[in-house]
């Protein structure tokens, strides 16, 4: 659980950061739906994800 500050910032936690290996500067995709709600996203593994898609539409 994460407690939204007064500019919407968050803080994700210890655990949290180390299990998925978030670091200082890195940089994350913040997915949402209405329906189903919010989602961070590594970067790196977004544009992985992309890069993934579009080999599979040649």
């Known amino acids: 659980m994460v ?3 007064d500019k919407g910032q968050i803080v994700i ?3 949290a950061r180390k299990i998925f290996s ?3 500067g890195d940089r994350l995709i ?3 739906d ?3 709600g919010l989602a961070l996203l590594s970067e790196k593994d ?3 994800m992309v890069r993934s898609f579009r ?3 040649e």
């Open 3 to 5: 407690t939204v500050g």
């Open 13 to 15: 936690p210890a655990k």
């Open 22 to 24: 978030i670091q200082p």
């Open 30 to 32: 913040v997915l949402g």
């Open 34 to 36: 209405e329906a189903q």
């Open 46 to 48: 977004f544009l992985s």
């Open 55 to 57: 080999t599979q539409g």
